[in-house]
């Protein structure tokens, strides 16, 4: 199984941290977002995902783009330990609360629109991280009354189970911290954050502990 990832990048590293929560075993395969103008608009990496979008993950004769598919894809062919929880209800908030991060925070702040916003409408460095910290705010407001409505009981999104929910937060949050976002209005989230991280499924795919980190 290979993995064609980014260190920075929030979509691989929740992939990442699914890959780990199944315990299986992978071939981290780094694509260069930034150098040379991309490696994820080379035509090769096109031929292997024709969005030059990351992550991809190869398995076999199967080949997927886009996070969530991947992680659907392995919660199918490995069910245990299992992303998503039993119960229907709960379940369905888990993939809403995914979602709200994947659809609704993550692309107004991914790399290419940043990029975009820059190169089009030459904003100063200021009203960018505006932009940015503006979207983030929202998007976790959102997901901190989410959490609190549910009456969160902790240690993760969905109380005693790490779900798909866990692994799309804790790469939105270190987007956040990384770009000086204050987190002191969402204590629940931080919680989550924390107890996450003790986990080594969440520490070996952190950021700073892949093969191209820094580079």
Known sequence: MKLYSYWRSSAAYRTRIA?????????VIPVHMLKDGGDQNNQAYQSINPQGLIPTLVDDDVSLGQSLA?????EAKYPEPALYPKNIQDRAF???????????????????????IKRTLK??????????????????????KLLN?????????????VTIADTCLLPQ??????????????PTLVSVEDACMKLEAFQRAAPENQVDANT
């Open 19 to 27: 890959l780990n929560l199944k315990r299986l075993e992978y071939e």
């Open 70 to 74: 991947i992680m659907d894809y392995l």
């Open 94 to 116: 888990a993939q809403q609360f995914a979602l709200a991060v994947a659809c609704d925070i993550h692309p107004l702040n991914n790399l290419r629109v940043l990029k975009y």
């Open 123 to 144: 904003p100063d460095d200021d009203a960018k991280d505006a932009w940015y910290h503006h979207w983030i705010r929202t998007g976790f407001t959102a997901l901190e």
């Open 149 to 161: 409505d549910r009456r969160w009981q902790g240690p993760y999104c969905l109380d005693q189970q």
């Open 173 to 186: 949050i270190y987007n956040a911290r990384r770009f000086g976002t204050p987190m002191d209005d969402f």
